[in-house]
């Protein structure tokens, strides 16, 4: 009996507890949602001026490190709320010299991605020219010379590996290229662009070969609140050396080969 009574005026007293604290626990966890609302209003806010300021026709020709500093805050808290990143190779990244940096494609995330796993290396992509006029992106990519390239037109595609054989000659930043050319939809290992690879072979640079798995993945999972895992290898780093009296169609076969390898028979692409 004695007992009975001590659990019922236990069971009492945290009822009443709960009844005069719940107030004040909701109220502190309001703040706190409240007050990290507010910090990514202030940090997009920041963003949306800093962009207003970038004119993209004036030429960029040079590498910004306020830009690219400021991409490399947003990609950090970016990458903390969505993104596991499983990293492999980042050892062999060339810490003397230029070097253009090669990658499957899958997702809007992977040029972020890369930046992320090469925070010190002056990326510069070659971007596909609707890009520029991404709310934002665009003219945060303009700053840190990222180079818009016509896909459809071969003339206006060569003046764009020009001016990147360009800036590496003149030292302002490394290339990364998607030579597959477009996003794959179906997670295979598409055929290359070769011409990309003049680049290279032009600068007398090494090639960085990566691969990337799972980004297609990370808009769905943020929906869901849920982080996505992804693999990024650095596969191998192919010497300058070894591109003298290669044809870019030798060079692309064998960094595409090099991909497989790493990725697995299944991603590679066959026309049905």
């Not at 818009?148 to 290229?177: G, S, Y």
């Not at 680049?199 to 999972?221: D, L, S, W």
Request: net charge neutral.
């Amino acid at each position: 009996m004695l007992l009975t009574g001590i659990t019922v005026a236990a069971a009492i007293v945290a009822v009443v507890f709960y009844v005069l604290a719940a107030p004040a626990l909701w109220m502190a966890l309001l703040v706190f949602v409240g007050a990290w609302l507010g910090l990514a209003l202030l940090a997009f806010l920041f963003l949306v001026a800093i962009c207003a300021l970038v004119d993209m026709e004036k030429e960029q020709t040079e590498d910004s490190k306020f830009y690219r500093t400021v991409m490399t805050l947003y990609i950090n808290a970016v990458r903390t709320v969505a993104i596991r990143l499983h990293a492999e190779g980042l050892e062999k990244i060339p810490t003397e010299g230029r070097f253009v940096l090669v990658c499957n494609h899958l997702s809007l995330p992977d040029p972020v991605l890369l930046l992320h796993a090469f925070p010190k290396s002056e990326l510069a992509f070659i971007t596909k020219q609707e890009n520029q006029s991404m709310f934002l992106i665009g003219k945060l990519m303009h700053k840190i010379l990222c180079q818009p390239i016509n896909r459809e037109n071969d003339r206006e595609a060569l003046k764009t590996i020009l001016k990147c054989i360009q800036l590496i000659k003149e030292d302002k930043a490394n290339i990364a290229v998607f030579p597959e050319g477009y996003c794959s939809l179906d997670g295979k290992l598409h055929p290359f662009r070769a011409g990309v690879f003049k680049i290279a072979q032009k600068t007398e640079v090494p090639i960085v070969v990566c691969t990337i798995k799972n980004t297609q993945r990370v808009f769905g999972n943020l929906r869901k609140l849920k982080k996505t895992d992804i693999d990024l290898h650095l596969v191998d780093v192919i010497p300058a050396e070894e591109l003298k009296g290669k044809t870019t169609v030798e060079i692309s076969n064998r960094v595409y080969e090099m991909m497989i390898a790493d990725m697995g028979e299944e991603f590679r692409y066959t026309e049905n």
